[in-house]
């Protein structure tokens, strides 16, 4: 009888884990960073991490690809976890770290990194909507998501990238620069540090890491 019983939790279990969705970035269409998706497709990807300095988890929703060589990250989305210590964070200090975290964490999808070792690096470009939202739906965690049209509205930070070997994956990421499109924004400047956001709102924020 106690076997029986257990195996109807367990059912149970996997039943109720079958109607959990997991959330995909929106990744970029046709109007968004070269090439098309139609020709080289962007790929869903999500990673967690901590605010640094704080006791914040959070996650990060992003998109990666590869095509012809050129190795390619766009950050989508950042769900903070619904707590104090991520509430007391600002959201462009959030939504930062978000960005370094998705680099980060996308790097382990391209295995032709060049090794250090030997002086080669390659060179990443990720992608960031300039314009962000703050969404606090009802029956959901608040989160930042992109809100700008993807092909007039967003940053890029390129940055040479070298692999030291494993075991961790190690990276040395040197020579960051940082540009933009911004031929269609139409949100309004963020407010100062510290300030938090008005709800569905869209906002600018600059392109870097400041």
């Known amino acids: 009888m106690k076997f029986k019983i257990r195996s109807i939790v367990i059912v149970s279990v996997l039943t109720l884990l079958s109607f959990v969705s997991v959330s995909q970035a929106q990744c970029p269409d046709a109007s968004g960073p070269a090439p098309d998706p ?18 914040c988890n959070a996650t990060v929703l992003y998109c990666w690809r590869e095509c012809s060589g050129d190795k390619q990250i766009w950050v989508e989305e950042v769900d903070p976890d619904p707590t104090p210590d991520c509430a007391a964070v600002d959201p462009i200090t959030l939504i930062n770290a978000a960005t370094d975290a998705a680099f980060n964490d996308a790097l382990h999808y391209f295995p032709d990194i060049g090794p250090c070792a030997k002086g080669e690096h390659s060179v990443v470009t990720l992608f960031r909507p300039t ?5 606090t739906p009802v029956d959901q965690n608040s989160k930042y998501a992109g809100c700008s049209i993807f092909g007039s509205c967003y940053c890029s930070k390129s940055c040479d990238v070298c692999y030291h070997g494993s075991p961790p994956p190690l990276y040395s990421i040197t020579n960051c620069t940082w540009s933009s499109v911004e031929t269609g924004c ?25």
Do not use: D
Not at 38 to 55: K, N
Not at 193 to 198: C, F, L
């Open 38 to 55: 139609a020709t080289c497709a962007w790929i869903s990807a999500s990673t967690t991490f901590q605010v640094p300095g704080t006791l």
């Open 131 to 135: 314009c962000w939202v703050f969404h």
């Open 186 to 210: 139409t949100c309004i400047p963020a407010p100062p540090h510290g300030t938090n956001w008005t709800p569905e709102y869209c906002y600018s924020i600059p392109c870097s890491n400041q």
